[in-house]
């Protein structure tokens, strides 16, 4: 998830945006193969304790001897290392993207594209699947959250450095056929599924009064269209006479923190932090909450599970931490970083991880999640069945609360 206060998150699928000049040049490529000779333009910054001349010596090795090298131009050897000046931060999160994968990344965050409509992410090396979209064809075929993706098509995951790879093979033209080789838990063996992609529209929220009004929100992403549609929500369902709220953020990924603070502040007091963001200078920043507090003295629960990420174990943290607001489900995924995306001026751009989330009470959530207070599981059986124990806890625990 991203901070919108640059611009724009999502992605995720859904990711935030910061405008950079040009780093084309910052290798010290200036017109063409330098020789292998130890000189680089930053021999006068005290900051970089590096020899570019090994980067210069390999770059004329490559370029003299590897046997494909007529295939390859200097721009693409250019953005190669670009590529692998990033990954020397082994952060999923932190990628390079080319002027052809930048445009795609694009599309994805004005919230249409063509695919499966599924978040994924890379956890312990392992491709998998965070959680399907609501109405999308991931979810029509049954992906699960914490689906292991082994292959795309005849691809192996374990070839993929980081997602943006793994996007640009599951994505394609609406219409086709994408297959991907899934390894389920409690699965002896994998499966490949079929799915055949679409337009994706990433959808925002449902809501609905249930007994003993009690207001059902739930809450599919934190898109740019988030804070609007839950006023929409909220507003009816006070005027209704709500006495109680659940929020299902299950499998939500996320999206602009702007849009989890603004719709923290519907629950919670002004000035009541949100999250704090961590820089590497140890510097941190902190995110209150300012709304109107319509919903801060109705009872609250939370239902997540292993799809819940970023805004959303945000959101369910502060709800936590602020009001003791019980949360039940499973263990949410872990995202608990915040990424920037800067812009070059030849299109190429640069998503980069520069600080972690820090929940009110200085808890860090990424690689590990909130653990529910309450843990109710969601079995394959149970969803076949048509049954949903956590939201019957849920209720069961609301109810209790408004008496």
Do not use: C
């Not at 200097?74 to 390079?96: C, E, H, K, R, W």
């Not at 695919?115 to 956890?123: K, S, V, Y």
């Not at 369902?237 to 659940?246: R, T, Y």
């Amino acid at each position: 998830m991203e901070n919108k206060k640059t611009s724009n998150k999502n992605y995720g699928l859904i990711l935030g945006i910061a405008l950079l000049v040009s780093v084309s040049y910052s290798f010290g490529f200036q017109g063409g193969l330098r020789n292998a000779e130890p000189k680089t333009v930053y021999k006068d910054n005290p900051e970089i304790a590096a020899d570019f001349s090994t980067f210069w010596k390999a770059w004329d090795t490559f370029k003299q001897n590897f046997v494909h090298s007529k295939d390859i131009t200097d721009q693409d050897m250019l953005y190669g290392a670009i590529s692998g000046l990033v990954n020397a931060g082994n952060d999923p999160y932190t990628v390079f993207l080319k002027p052809s994968d930048a445009n795609k990344f694009e599309e994805d965050l004005n919230g249409n594209f063509g695919g499966i409509g599924a978040q994924i992410d890379i956890r312990n090396s392992q491709l998998m699947v965070v959680a399907p979209l609501k109405d999308s064809p991931a979810e029509r075929v049954g992906l699960k959250s914490g689906d292991k993706i082994l292959k795309i098509n005849s691809t192996s995951t374990d070839t993929l450095a980081t997602i943006e790879e793994a996007v640009k093979l599951i994505r394609g033209t609406k219409g086709t056929t994408v297959v991907l080789t899934i390894l389920r838990d409690g699965w002896a063996l994998p499966k490949e599924i079929s799915i055949i992609r679409d337009t994706i529209a990433v959808p925002t929220l449902d809501w609905e009064m249930k007994s003993d009004n009690i207001a059902y929100i739930q809450l599919y992403s934190f898109n740019e269209n988030a804070p609007l549609a839950f006023y929409k929500a909220a507003l009816p369902a006070l005027i209704s006479g709500a006495k109680g709220i659940i929020l299902d953020l299950r499998n939500n990924p996320g999206g602009y923190l702007d849009a989890a603070t603004n719709i923290a502040g519907w629950f919670l007091k002004s000035g009541d932090v949100v999250v704090r963001e961590e820089f590497s200078s140890g510097k941190q920043d902190v995110l209150k909450a300012q709304g109107n507090s319509a919903l801060a003295d109705l009872p609250v629960v939370v239902l997540v599970n292993g799809g819940s990420a970023s805004a959303s174990e945000i959101l369910a943290g502060a709800l936590r931490d602020n009001r003791h607001v019980k949360i039940i489900g499973e263990t949410t995924f872990g995202k608990g970083t915040v990424q920037e995306l800067k812009r070059f001026t030849d299109g190429s751009e640069m998503k980069v991880s520069i600080a972690q989330w820090l929940l009110p009470n200085g808890e860090t959530i990424d690689k590990k999640g909130i653990t529910p207070d309450i843990v109710v599981e969601l079995t394959e059986e149970d969803a076949t069945a048509g049954k949903d124990p956590q939201l019957d806890k849920a209720m069961e625990i609301i109810k209790a609360e408004i008496k």
